[in-house]
Structures are given as structure tokens and as C-alpha cells.
């Protein structure tokens, strides 16, 4: 059985695009709502590792422009660094002679290679800078022209090559009336999801349980809301870098409501609908008497039994 309709779910409009948020956790599925393609995404409030430190304090969306979002896990300032640079690659589309070039289902997947691969090169640029005070092309210039040693020049370039960019990052990407999930990975590669992305602290909790109800971009929205509920609440109790506190969001189309995406957010009545649900239905549980076994359930090994009553495997044993 499944959950019943988002009739029986109260959502709240989020009136402010951003709102300051700290995860660890997120998570983006398709699905639809009848006909219509809607997107659903998750995200707790918790930071770990050198976010807690209290340096940056993470938006929960990022905005590249009106259509495309970002959800990060990680450092805040290298994801912001990152939505510039397909800002920049944006920009440039637009500016192409002779012809302008717009973003579409056909582009979609080198744009998100595109932006990587910008950020990357910025990242070379900060590196070398830093080091030499020289360009990247002024650099890799003068080690050319033996102005800079072998000794000096190697460990730059090793640097540059082990140089992630310290966040990942779900792309949400609304064109040519289709949604896209892209992970763009820590590493700069970046992969496209059929059905949820998932990245931050608790991914391997929250995606065994996503493929448990085996979710496909085809399930209803009430459905794929309680997925990311399970997937978020699960994550919490097994995970400690994950927080308990979440949120819930629902994101319409541009065109929809309005002509760019709007999105609603999960009321405390949707949480406690989901949560009596979850335990009263569908929610796994806590084993806690379990019978013994049957007589003969166990059997002897009949290979290993002639393996050790051989005068080999017992000279084995005794040295």
C-alpha cells in the first residue's frame, strides 16, 4: 500500500528564495503529480567537519539563475565559487557571436562539464598564484623556458591535481519543460541521476533506502515525499553527522504557478502525517524478539568436515 494523496498534506509557500540553513544531507528525486513532472528534495540541518568550525553557515539553495539550483554538502565558499563559474559559462553562452546560445535539453549535459571544468581551471589559477604569484599560463611559461626548477614546478602540479573542489553539489536543472538531477562530485565529475541524487554525510543509509522502495522518477508525489522523509529519518538515527531536523520541499516547474520554479515546503502537519506513517505503516523496524532456530536449521559442512579429517589439514593445525 501506498501513502495516501497530498490532499491529506498541508505545505507552507516559502515566500523568501533563500533561507540560511546548515546540512549535511541532501537528497533530490523526480516524480509527478498526475500528468506534471514535480521535483522533491530534502536536506537536514546540521554541519560537520570544517563547516563547524563556525567559518560559513550554508544557504540551503543556491541559485545559478531562475531554473537552476544547486543544493551543496561541504564548504560553502568553494560551492559558491562553483555556481559562478557556470554563471560565467551562462554568460558566455549568451554573449556567442554570431548566434547566442541558449541552454537546452540538448546542451544540458555540457554545460554541467563545462562548469566544472571552469572552476578547475580557477582552482589551478588560485594554486599557482598563491605559490609563485604568476599566472597559470605564466607558470606553466616559465617552467618551459627552465625559469622555474623541475624540484619547484612538480609538487605545483601535484597540487593541482589533487585539488577537489571541497563540496558536492546537486545540480536541479529545469529546461525545455524536463528536470535534470546532476551530482557534480567533489572530484569534478559530475553524473546524471534517472530518479534521486544524494550527496553529503549518511548517502549510504539514505540511498539503500531509497532503492529499498525502489524509486522511480514515474511515482506520485505524496509517494516520493515519504521516500525522502524515510531516507532523511533513517539517515539521522544511523549517522551522527546527520541532523535530526529537516526539511521537505516541493518544486514546481517555470511556467506553473509562475515563470520561473516555485517551490512549497512540508508543514508541521505533513511531517506528523508522514511521521504517524511511518510508524504505524510503512517504516522499518526495531527487531525485538526474534524465536530461536528450528532443530536442524544448521548443517555440517559436509567439505569442510572431510577437510579436516585429513591427515593434511590436521598437520596444518598443529603447526
Not at 74 to 100: F, H, K, S
Not at 169 to 192: A, N, P, R, T, W
Request: charged letters at 30%; a negative charge.
Amino acid at each position: 500500500m501506498t501513502p495516501k494523496p497530498l490532499s491529506r498534506i498541508v505545505f507552507r509557500h516559502l515566500r523568501e528564495r533563500q533561507k540560511e540553513r546548515r546540512m549535511t544531507l541532501c537528497i533530490a528525486a523526480l516524480c509527478e503529480e498526475g500528468d506534471k513532472g514535480r521535483m522533491v528534495i530534502g536536506t537536514d540541518w546540521r554541519v560537520s567537519g570544517e563547516i563547524s568550525a563556525g567559518a560559513d553557515i550554508q544557504d540551503k539553495l543556491l541559485w545559478v539563475n531562475d531554473d537552476i539550483l544547486m543544493l551543496l554538502s561541504g564548504e560553502v565558499t568553494r560551492a559558491r565559487q562553483l555556481r559562478d563559474a557556470y554563471r560565467e559559462v551562462l554568460a558566455g553562452m549568451a554573449a556567442r557571436n554570431p548566434t547566442p546560445e541558449a541552454l537546452s535539453s540538448v546542451n544540458i549535459r555540457r554545460f554541467i562539464g563545462a562548469g566544472a571544468k571552469r572552476f578547475k581551471a580557477q582552482l589551478a589559477e588560485e594554486i599557482v598564484s598563491f605559490a609563485t604569484g604568476l599566472t597559470y599560463d605564466k607558470f606553466r611559461a616559465a617552467v618551459a623556458n627552465k625559469e622555474i626548477p623541475e624540484s619547484v614546478a612538480t609538487p605545483i602540479y601535484q597540487k593541482i591535481e589533487r585539488q577537489g573542489f571541497e563540496a558536492d553539489v546537486l545540480m536541479l536543472v529545469f529546461v525545455d519543460d524536463l528536470q535534470y538531477i546532476f551530482v557534480v562530485e567533489k572530484s569534478g565529475h559530475f553524473l546524471e541521476c534517472d530518479n534521486f541524487g544524494i550527496v553529503g554525510d549518511g548517502t549510504y543509509v539514505a540511498e539503500a533506502l531509497m532503492y529499498l522502495r525502489k524509486h522511480e522518477s514515474t511515482q506520485s508525489l505524496s509517494e516520493t515525499v515519504y521516500h525522502i522523509y524515510e531516507a532523511m529519518f533513517m539517515a539521522a538515527r544511523c549517522v551522527g553527522d546527520v541532523g535530526g531536523t529537516h526539511t521537505i520541499n516541493v518544486l514546481y516547474p517555470p511556467g506553473e504557478r509562475k515563470k520561473t520554479v516555485s517551490i512549497d515546503e512540508l508543514s508541521k502537519d505533513g511531517f506528523k502525517f508522514m511521521r504517524e506513517k511511518f510508524v504505524n505503516r510503512f517504516g522499518i523496524r526495531r527487531i525485538g524478539y526474534f524465536p530461536k532456530l528450528p532443530n536442524e536449521s544448521l548443517e555440517v559442512d559436509d567439505e569442510e568436515a572431510d577437510m579436516e579429517s585429513s591427515p593434511s589439514y590436521r598437520e596444518r593445525a598443529r603447526d
